[in-house]
């Protein structure tokens, strides 16, 4: 662990998703990949790039308006079927939701265990407000820093098995806070093809040199770590615990054996795997029982614990560092100390409540099991609560998404720039709150609008 020992160390191919269920409570990562794609050198592409097709890219006017050159790319937009608007999600309770004024059971979410509507939740954030102020004021390094902050931090430290953490006001603010207070010009980020869009744009305010590895490919990262050897001052290897858009889990214990025989860190996102992986539900790490070899992790709060916000968790000189060096952290107002007593009741609930992870796991079961029924036992392959299912182009998932949604299901349409042009896909979250009749009716409603499987 570097902080411990204050030692410094001197666009891909798309594999089919990968993994598979061994046990409820033990999720197998991706088989080592044998691809023979070569790793890029290169940062990664710009995510705008995925967002029209190039004859679809408006040709640029010199001296427009305002209006004028935004409504052209909105034209883009809606000719490539890549249009984006708000639907109006008026009440929650459990998985049943009300959305554009009519009922549905939400299979979009990241409410992995069903906290999001919990009335114990609610009960603490409007005492905290009761009791206190709803605003901090200020940010934590002048005004803003409350009791319950600092209360709520010992609590997600000692879930992680770390010795501190310190709070975000999300999971996008923690790593474009993070990744460029460790990273500068004199170092390397090794970052897996499908990290996340804030891990990408931490990437790039760091300045430092960016190498992408294809997905999962551990052979591919050994070749670049073997190749950068003596370059760098750093090298920092980002991935994420659960992949957001495949849902496969991250293979850490051959991630782990390469940063410790090539001196590198490890940055892990664990968003989607906080609260939910392991035998307390401490994360990826937990999952692997790796928690001494991650050296920084991301989780957030707005997923499987339902509230809101981020942290950054580790040993306790890293909670120091960040809070003089993470701009994001610094440069900002503290989110509310009512929002932490939220966190921390979630936590209390969700550790004297381990059913939920049961029955999750139970959920994810009986709907990878039906959609394997359905022909889609592919697109099912990986192995957690986000399962996928590829559709690829952009109109007809997002047409199959609204017929869904006509038969009483909120199911995300995902297309590009958030998965790349050709892997559309609906993404459908499992949770807790879901019944078992629940998931039975969206696989009834799955027969009867998915098109064919692409080949």
């Not at 308006?65 to 937009?77: P, T």
């Not at 109006?88 to 049943?96: I, L």
């Not at 049961?358 to 959609?371: D, S």
Request: aromatic fraction near 6%.
């Amino acid at each position: 662990m570097w902080f411990r020992s204050a030692v410094v160390g001197s666009g891909p191919t798309r594999p089919e998703p990968c993994g598979a269920v061994n046990s409820p409570d033990r999720l197998a990562a991706p088989e080592e990949s044998r691809s023979e794609a070569e790793p890029s050198e290169v940062r990664h592409p710009d995510p705008g790039l995925f967002a029209l097709p190039i004859a679809s890219v408006p040709e640029p006017t010199v001296n427009d308006s305002l209006e004028a050159a935004i409504q052209r790319e909105l034209s883009g937009l809606k000719s490539a079927d890549l249009h984006r608007a708000f639907r109006k999600v008026e009440a929650r309770a459990g998985a049943n939701v009300i959305v554009d004024g009519k009922a549905a059971v939400d299979f979009s979410s990241n409410d992995y265990l069903g906290l999001a509507g919990h009335p114990e939740l609610a009960h603490a954030v409007k005492a905290a407000m009761d009791a206190d102020a709803l605003g901090a004021a200020a940010s934590r390094n002048l005004a803003g820093n409350h009791p319950l902050h600092e209360e709520l931090e010992l609590q997600l430290a000692r879930m992680k098995g770390a010795e501190a953490s310190l709070l975000f006001t999300s999971g996008y603010a923690a790593n474009i806070g993070a990744i460029p207070a460790f990273a500068g010009k004199r170092d390397v980020i090794y970052s897996d093809s499908l990290n996340h869009a804030s891990i990408i744009d931490g990437c790039r305010l760091s300045r430092a040199e960016v190498r992408t590895f294809p997905h999962a490919d551990t052979s591919a990262l050994a070749q670049l770590l073997r190749g950068d050897e003596g370059k760098y001052r750093r090298r920092i290897i980002a991935v994420e615990g659960v992949y957001s858009m495949d849902g496969d889990l991250c293979p850490l214990d051959r991630v782990v054996s390469l940063a410790r025989k090539f001196d590198g860190w490890i940055y892990l996102d664990d968003a989607h795997g906080t609260g939910v992986l392991g035998a307390t539900g401490g994360g990826t790490a937990e999952h692997w029982n790796l928690q001494d070899d991650v050296d920084i992790t991301v989780g957030t709060l707005g997923k499987a614990l339902g509230v809101s916000g981020a942290f950054i968790a580790g040993p306790q000189i890293l909670r120091e560092f960040l809070l003089n060096r993470a701009r994001s952290s610094i440069f900002t107002t503290a989110s509310p100390s009512a929002l932490a007593a939220g966190v921390l009741a979630a936590l209390q609930v969700a550790t004297a409540q381990p059913w939920r992870r049961e029955r999750l796991w139970a959920n994810v079961r009986q709907l990878r099991e039906g959609l394997a029924e359905l022909g889609r036992g592919t697109a099912a392959g990986s192995p957690g609560h986000i399962v996928p299912v590829i559709i690829g182009e952009a109109r007809p998932t997002a047409e199959v998404a609204n017929r869904l949604l006509e038969r009483g299901f909120l199911v995300g349409g995902i297309r590009p720039p958030t998965v790349p042009p050709g892997g559309s896909r609906l993404r459908i979250t499992v949770s807790a709150a879901h019944s078992s009749d629940q998931i039975a009716a969206l696989l009834s409603a799955l027969a009867d609008t998915l098109p064919p499987a692409p080949g």
